[in-house]
């Protein structure tokens, strides 16, 4: 993926496009797994991270350019493994027989299967021990939380979309002192968009002090 690009799970007014996508040291090695695609070595990926990391943005690039389809529950895993498919928070809520049965339907019809997940499959609690060690042997790439420089790539870009003026020094400020993840990113935007449109004030350094030191901030 070339160019200016955005991997973010943007909650106000997504952009998930590829075009979209900030690669970074984090989340390269994602993005190289789906830019190697179909040359895959196996029929399933797993790429975990946590909440908010991104995973849905990839895999909607992946969906964009493979033709893959989602893979719901209750869905019959007969039809849906004739394509690529992709399977999301496959660790927090799945149907072990289904996932088993899909994943042999992708491996028979030569296609693939892309699942995303908080945690890779080894620290999953599944029962079925035969969809353990196929999911344990399928490549699993991580996204790994932002470093600084990309937080604040976060950051500004979640003002641009919600068309918020800030005050220069915010983002350094803000950066410097909240949580390292794309989640509590997206968080701050929100609450300093709130306690701008409450106030009636610019977001500036003392109103992101003041959301930041406040209970919960």
Request: aromatic fraction near 6%; proline fraction near 8%; include cysteine.
């Amino acid at each position: 993926m070339s160019g200016s690009q955005f991997v973010l799970d943007l909650g106000h007014r997504p952009a998930l496009g590829a075009e979209d996508f900030l690669v970074a040291p984090c989340n390269a090695a994602a993005v190289a797994w789906i830019d190697r695609w179909p040359a895959w070595p196996t029929p399933t990926l797993v790429i975990h991270g946590p909440r908010g990391a991104g995973k849905s943005h990839l895999a909607n690039v992946w969906r964009d350019r493979s033709g893959a389809r989602p893979f719901v529950a209750g869905q019959a895993p007969d039809r849906a493994a004739t394509a690529p498919v992709m399977l999301e928070d496959a660790d927090r809520r799945v149907d072990e027989a289904a996932l088993f049965h899909l994943y042999n339907l992708v491996a028979a019809h030569r296609t693939t299967l892309l699942i995303t997940a908080q945690q890779p499959p080894a620290r999953w609690s599944i029962a079925l021990p035969d969809l353990r060690s196929r999911l344990v042997a399928a490549p699993a790439v991580a996204i790994e939380p932002p470093d600084d420089a990309l937080l604040g790539a976060v950051l500004a870009k979640q003002f641009r979309d919600r068309q918020l003026a800030i005050a220069d020094g915010v983002i350094q400020y803000a950066v410097a002192r909240m949580e390292r993840s794309f989640d509590a990113a997206r968080a701050l935007v929100d609450a300093l968009d709130r306690a701008a449109l409450a106030e009636r004030r610019a977001v500036t350094v003392p109103l992101a002090r003041k959301v930041l030191d406040a209970p919960g901030g």
